[in-house]
Each structure stands twice: as structure tokens, then as C-alpha cells.
């Protein structure tokens, strides 16, 4: 114990795309901070969530998906980003998994996580689904030898409670690394637009979300009045825009009003937003592009 008996350190939850990490991290933190879809490789960054409790501060990492054969430049970023934070020496490591049978491949590079000498805790998600939970419970279970598991449903808030409280007690003495009250270590306007992707991936389909970058040009705070914002959003293709705007812009007018409704949810403040779109060939390609987007660090 530190001298006041308070604990701290940093638990990473990592797992394969889609599989409920950033719902867990809201779920854990009982806030929305990370954006969330249907849609696998949703995250692009790490992201900070800092829960502050009864003698403690645990500081939760949601990381991109970890995929298995990175496909272009920007699935290498994504990986690179999650097993960047596996290996900055974490106190705990959370492998958030879906209730279905794993591949070998997959059980094998995940078991690797194991040998860095910290704990490392199985929470199966989606509990609330049907399927052999059981069965894919005990795959995991045998590859990556948890600490502890746990059967979770993110999404229903189930068994959230147990795995906090294993995680609390798997933090090390420390005073906290943050100030109490604060939710996370990045700007408003990286929740800008995060928020304008989750709309991205929420109104449109196949490669649009995934080749769909935002960057936000102006925030304002204006006493008195909304905030005005800027974003960009940037796509690889001429048809790629003109599927974001839609016949007589209305499709980018929806996706205005909706990236707009979370924004000000997420501040609880009024806001105004303005989108424009852009192409840039291949971003997903290029590094400048990647550098310039806070994807390539
Ligand atoms: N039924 C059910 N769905 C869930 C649960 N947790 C997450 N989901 C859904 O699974 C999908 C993926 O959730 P995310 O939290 O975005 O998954 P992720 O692991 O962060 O995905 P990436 O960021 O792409 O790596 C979303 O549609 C969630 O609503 C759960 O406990 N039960
Ligand atoms: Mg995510």
C-alpha cells in the first residue's frame, strides 16, 4: 500500500476488432468516451479513461482492434497502437473477447500477451448472446492462462461490477497519476471527431466509415453562444464524397444533425457544426496522411 492506501495504474484492454473493448471502457467508466458500431476497426487510437473510485484511480486504455494481417499502411498504425500499449508495461491487461471459438493463430499470438509478467484477466463479452459461451470461455482460458475470467455483457452492464473490482485489486500502491474528476488526457475537439466517425460509421456502408478520416479545422468557444466547429472529413474517392453528400447534400445534412446531437450530448453545451469533404488518394496509403491525422505517431 502507498501511504495512504490508495492504488493507481494503467489496464489495457485489448482483444480482435469488434469484439466490445470500447463498450467495455464505457461500461467501466459509466460514460460515453469511446466512440462504438457494428462495424469492426472502429477505433483508430488509444484512449484514455480514467476511473477514479474509493482509494483508487484505475486508468483505462482502449486500444484499436488487434488485427491478424494488416491489409495497408493504416491497419499497420492500428496494430502497432495496441501492442504499443500491451507492451508499455501496463499493470493489468484485460483481453476482451467474443463468445465464439478463437483460431489457433489467434489463441497463439494472444498467449504471447501473457509472458510480460502481468496479470492478465479474460473478460468474455457478450454474454447476453446466445452460443457456447462455456466452451469459448475454456479455449481462451487454455491458450492465454488468465489471472481470473469473467463472463460480461458490456452492452447490458452485466458482470461489469466483478471485473472492477479485480482489476481494483489487481492495481499496484500508488497515488494517483491524474487529478480526481477528470475523465481523459485528450481535447474536447479529438471527441469532435471521434463522434463525427461514429455518425460516419452509423449512416453509411461498406468502405465509406473505413475510408473516411475527420479532422477538426475550428473549434470555438464563444461566450453566450455555441461553439462553432469545423471538420473535415476526408475520403479516398471522388465517388466515395459523393456517396458522404448524397443527392442535394442531404445524406451530409443527416450526418450533420447527427454528429451535431452527439457533440453536444458529449459536451453538454450547445454546439454548431459545419462539414465539408474532401478527397486525399489513398490516405490510408500514405504516411504524410497518416502522420497529419494523429493515426502514425
Ligand atoms: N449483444 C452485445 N453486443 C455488444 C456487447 N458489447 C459490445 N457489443 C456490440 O459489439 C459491437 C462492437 O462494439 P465495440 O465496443 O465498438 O467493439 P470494439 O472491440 O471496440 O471494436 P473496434 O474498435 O473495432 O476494435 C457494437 O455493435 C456493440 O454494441 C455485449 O455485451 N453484447
Ligand atoms: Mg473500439
Known sequence: MSETGHKAGFVVLLGRPNAGKSTLLNALLKSKLSIVSPKPQTTRHRILGILDG???QACLVDTPGLIENPKDPLQNCLRRQAMGAAHEDPDVMVLVAEPTLPSAP????LSAL????????????????PGDHEAALRAYADAVKPAASFQVSALKGQGVDGLLRKIVELLPPSPAFYEPGQLTDRYERFFAAELVREAVFDLYSEEVPHATAVVIER????????DQIDAVLYVERETQKAIIIGKGGKALRRLQ??????IVDFLARPAELELWVKVRKNWRKDLRSLKEFGYLT
Do not use: I, S
Open 219 to 226: 473549434f470555438r468557444e464563444l461566450p453566450g453562444a455555441p
Open 54 to 56: 474509493d482509494g483508487f
Open 114 to 129: 501473457n509472458r510480460a509478467g502481468k496479470p492478465l484477466l479474460l473478460a468474455l463479452n457478450k454474454a447476453d448472446l
Open 257 to 262: 444533425d447527427q454528429a451535431r446531437q452527439a
Open 106 to 109: 489467434l489463441l497463439a499470438e
